[in-house]
């Protein structure tokens, strides 16, 4: 074993420049691991992680305000309750610190028991201390600490007294700014607004006065009722019995308006709505950049063996045996590979860690911290044990051929014809008859190079899709574009305004599955045909007709194992069931395919009270903010047609930096695949090079002869490119992420050219390289 050792180092010192070389591969596979596990080990367990860390309940309930011993004895007669905490929460309250503000705030009047949040910095609220804690994406996007002082709408100033992160929800700004107060505190600091403050509040709420006057209102009742809550947080026992204990609460929550359940599972759901895509898109890149960089670290494994056929053969020829050569190829690569793989390792977490941190930070959820040791020990184990198992295997191989067919391993028969006949193709054309003579070699090179460049086009696609998804509503499915807050009986009036082509009435509200409580559906009503303002694209069956029909999301069908003609059993927001019949699946992407189109007449015939809004749909090259002017001119609260990520541009920000991170680790690992191959085809072909040399060549030549050696692997391997991510990458990402959303993730001419000109620069440097390296070597020492 020393003497094994011992010439395993004097092998790598031998060969310095090389060693670096395998090294850097090594080095970048590895990191390619571990930013595949640094993203892919966050995003799978951080809702899990944050959820036991804030103690999430098992059942949250929302309802209309109740008196807060009325809910209390209603909880109470529940079985298998462990704890609960009734709350106050008021939404649309202005919020605003330094320069920063928003008018959608919501604040959650904490009442005794658990809290459902973690505390990040600072300390929880006390009866005695005061203040508020902030949740932790607002202080992150306002640059706000503990200690600063908050405006919270009418209650005026408050003091910062904590962080809190709440995996219930993702965080500011994909969803409202939020905070938490003690129960009572804030009514009981109730000022006396001004007319100047009224009408300041009218300004930064883009509300009329009136509506100012309507909140304050609603606030001063609640401060004269302050047992009144409208949030139940409940814990139980044994989580194994929630839909049992949701049956229940669905009987004696009678009475009670308004009440809808979520549960833990169900706030899963919320976050998969935010982002979702997010989350399906990069757990399987991740599980592409892992069988990318497996099959790169075999490739390079194998390709170094075969570099190395003359020295195996020497060995072979001075009385070593079959396993004294595996041995000390074995050693050799061990020596490269792990401080190689540990360099890689510690680069890919570092360049993924800053991304997936705050990708984790606008989910609410925490990241790995420590328990990321063991994906990132695996990666190095994978690192280290892949390309020597894989250069072992060849070497016995190798070594168990005759001494003298390895010691002529590195020339081929027939070499010397095809360097003196240049003129039928020039340099160029002989470089590239140089690649192809090694068969093995170069298929070999070809799929660690096309996986690669493959990689990057489903890269591309994905960002395509992405920005479509966030920009154009259209892809949606949506034609209307924008929303009127005004009742449904505005309709024919909206109709009536300049640039307004058509209007409906919009229902939307949420329910969930009756025979799954813990799957929550969007339901979406319009009066008549939606197509005209609503129309994804049918998957299977037909358009709903009459009005006891529904149109489901790919989503939905997927999740509860919906079919055409299956029964669709929604549990309203108001304790009503409806039944409906599946007429038809569509390609819908908003809350990611869980969605259903119902009848108007259907919903309201058992949710009279459900949300209304008037969709518009505005005349070709009419001004989407003249027309929504005028409507509000005539009393209407007018929005734009949301995108795929909402207010998400936070989120699609956090995945573009996590895809810069993968790319340019996938980028280095195409230029060192490219770099591999010439410098390998140099080596064995060195005589070739230095007759080539010696008959006046001179650098300009050897680049011509790699030059034509690169363009023998780039350009097959860039239509394996593109056939493995049309065929392979593309479907399979999709069928990935097709519980979320349904998309068509095959790259276009503009990602194809992109990839092709990518592939033509790495070749030019890999080229100036390799060459710059061969005129170094004295032109002798490479003739027989």
């Known amino acids: 074993m020393s003497d094994a050792l011992w010439a395993a180092l004097h092998g790598v010192r031998a060969r310095r420049g090389h060693a670096v070389l395998v090294g850097m591969g090594i080095a970048m596979a590895a990191a390619m691991l571990a930013t595949a596990a640094t993203v892919g080990y966050g995003l799978s367990t951080g809702f899990s992680r944050s959820a036991g860390a804030a103690d999430l309940p098992d059942v949250i309930a929302r309802f209309d305000a109740q008196p807060a011993g009325r809910i209390a004895s209603r909880i109470a007669a529940l079985p298998g309750v462990a704890a609960y905490t009734l709350s106050d929460e008021h939404t649309g309250v202005q919020l605003s610190a330094g320069g920063d503000s928003s008018g959608s705030g919501v604040v959650e009047e904490i009442g ?194 075969q570099r190395r056929l003359r020295a195996i053969g020497v060995r072979r020829a001075i009385g070593s045996t079959r396993r004294q050569v595996a041995l000390v190829s074995a050693l050799e690569m061990l020596i490269v590979a792990v401080p190689a793989a540990a360099l890689g390792v510690v680069a890919g977490a570092l360049a993924a860690n800053g991304p997936d941190t705050r990708l984790l930070a606008l989910l609410n959820e925490r990241g790995p911290g420590g328990a990321l040791w063991l994906p990132l020990a695996g990666c190095f184990a994978l690192a280290v044990l892949l390309p020597t198992i894989t250069s072992t295997w060849p070497a016995w191989r190798a070594a168990g051929r005759r001494p003298v067919e390895l010691l002529r391993g590195a020339e081929l028969r027939g070499g010397g014809r095809a360097a003196a006949r240049p003129r039928r193709g020039g340099l160029v054309r002989l470089g590239a008859r140089l690649v192809a003579a090694r068969r093995v070699r170069l298929v070999a090179t070809l799929t660690m190079l096309g996986a690669s460049a493959a990689f990057v086009l489903l890269l591309l696609a994905l960002a395509s899709e992405l920005s479509a998804l966030e920009n154009d509503p259209a892809t949606l499915g949506r034609r209307y574009q924008l929303t009127d807050s005004q009742p449904a009986s505005a309709v024919q009036q909206v109709r009536e305004t300049a640039g307004v082509a058509d209007a409906a009435p919009r229902y939307d509200v949420t329910a969930v599955d009756s025979f799954s409580l813990g799957e929550t559906v969007d339901v979406i009503a319009y009066p008549g045909d939606h197509t005209p303002f609503e129309a994804p694209p049918l998957v299977d069956g037909r358009r709903l007709r009459g009005t006891h029909e529904a149109e489901v999301g790919n989503g939905l069908a997927q999740a509860l194992g919906l079919s055409v003609s299956s029964t669709l059993a929604l549990a309203l927001p108001g304790g009503d069931e409806l039944r409906l019949r599946v ?202």
């Open 112 to 305: 005794p028991g658990p809290r459902g949040y973690s505390i990040v910095s600072g300390h929880d609220l006390s009866d005695a201390a005061g203040g508020v804690v902030l949740e932790q994406g607002v202080a992150s996007a306002w640059g706000l600490r503990v200690g600063d002082t908050i405006e919270v709408g009418a209650f005026g100033p408050q003091q910062i007294v904590g962080l809190a992160q709440a995996p219930d929800n993702v965080a500011f700004p994909l969803a409202e700014p939020r905070l938490y107060v003690m129960a009572g505190a804030l009514q009981a600091r109730l000022p006396q607004l001004s007319e100047a403050q009224i009408q300041r509040l009218s300004r930064q709420l883009h509300v009329s006065r009136d509506e100012v006057l309507r909140r304050l209102a609603r606030i001063k009742r609640r401060a004269q009722a302050p047992g009144a809550v409208n949030l139940a947080k409940i814990w139980l026992r044994d989580p194994a019995q929630l839909d049992a204990v949701l049956v229940q609460a669905r009987a004696t929550g009678y009475g009670v308006h308004g009440l809808r359940f979520i549960t833990r599972s169900g706030v899963r759901v919320l976050i998969d709505q935010a982002a979702g895509i997010v989350i399906a898109l990069l757990g399987a890149l991740s599980a592409i950049a892992l069988l990318t960089a497996g099959v790169m670290l075999g490739a390079a494994a194998r390709a170094e063996v």
């Open 583 to 784: 007429s038809g699946i569509v390609s819908a992407l908003d809350h990611d395919g869980r969605v259903a189109y119902i009848p108007a007449a259907a919903l309201l015939a058992h949710d009279p009270s459900a949300p209304e809004q008037i969709a518009v749909r505005l005349k070709p090259g009419a001004d989407a903010a003249s027309v929504a002017s005028r409507l509000e001119g005539a009393g209407g609260g007018v929005s734009g047609t949301r995108t795929i990520t909402g207010r998400g541009d936070a989120l699609v920000r956090a995945l573009t930096a996590v895809l810069r991170a993968v790319a340019l680790i996938d980028g280095l690992v195409c230029l060192y695949t490219l770099i591999q191959a010439l410098a390998l085809t140099a080596h064995e072909r060195r005589g070739t090079i230095a007759v080539l040399r010696a008959s006046g060549a001179g650098g300009g030549g050897v680049r011509l002869l790699l030059a034509g050696a690169a363009l023998a692997v780039v350009a097959p391997a860039a239509l394996v490119a593109v056939l493995l991510e049309r065929l392979l990458l593309g479907p399979q990402l999709g069928h990935i992420a097709a519980g979320y959303v349904s998309l068509a993730l095959a790259a276009g001419p503009v990602e194809v050219a992109a990839v092709i000109v990518g592939l033509a620069l790495l070749s030019a440097i890999a080229v100036w390289w390799v060459a710059r390296r061969a005129c170094r070597e004295p032109i002798v020492a490479g003739l027989p």
